[in-house]
């Protein structure tokens, strides 16, 4: 069975720093396009942040130039460098990967979330 686990998440003031990361569990042959989303309370699940297995990233437009997405393949894990951090930043951060598993079976898994709050 898949799993992502995240880690890092917690509370910052106004231009802080945080770093989340998603490690992925399992019988895994292959990861395609990893990322991370967010929901705010009250707000529909949003893109933030995708990698593919090239390498190539994308953003949603306000996090873009303060967010930067990584990952390390060989250990099946992304993470997520969040910098100059807003109020409007806050919100439950999920990991999502499209794995290739078991069976040749592909589907996309998501984390179990966690909290990212800013405030002063």
């Known amino acids: 069975q898949v799993q992502l686990v995240e880690f890092g998440g917690g509370s910052v003031q106004p231009g802080g720093s945080l770093r989340l990361s998603c490690a992925s569990s399992?019988?895994?042959?292959?990861?395609?396009?990893m990322g991370w989303y967010r929901q705010a309370p009250g707000k529909q699940r949003e893109l933030v942040a995708t990698?593919?297995?090239?390498?190539?990233?994308n953003y949603a437009d306000s996090v873009k130039g303060r967010f930067t997405i990584s990952r390390d393949n060989a250990k099946n894990t992304i993470i997520l460098q969040m910098n100059s951090l807003k109020p409007e930043d806050t919100a439950v951060y999920y990991c999502?990967?499209?794995?290739?598993?078991?069976?040749?079976?592909?589907?996309?898994?998501w984390g179990q979330g966690t909290q990212v709050t800013v405030s002063s």
């Open positions: 399992g019988i895994i042959f292959s990861i395609n396009a």
């Open positions: 999502n990967a499209d794995i290739v598993g078991w069976g040749n079976a592909r589907s996309i898994y």
């Open positions: 990698i593919n297995s090239d390498g190539r990233t």
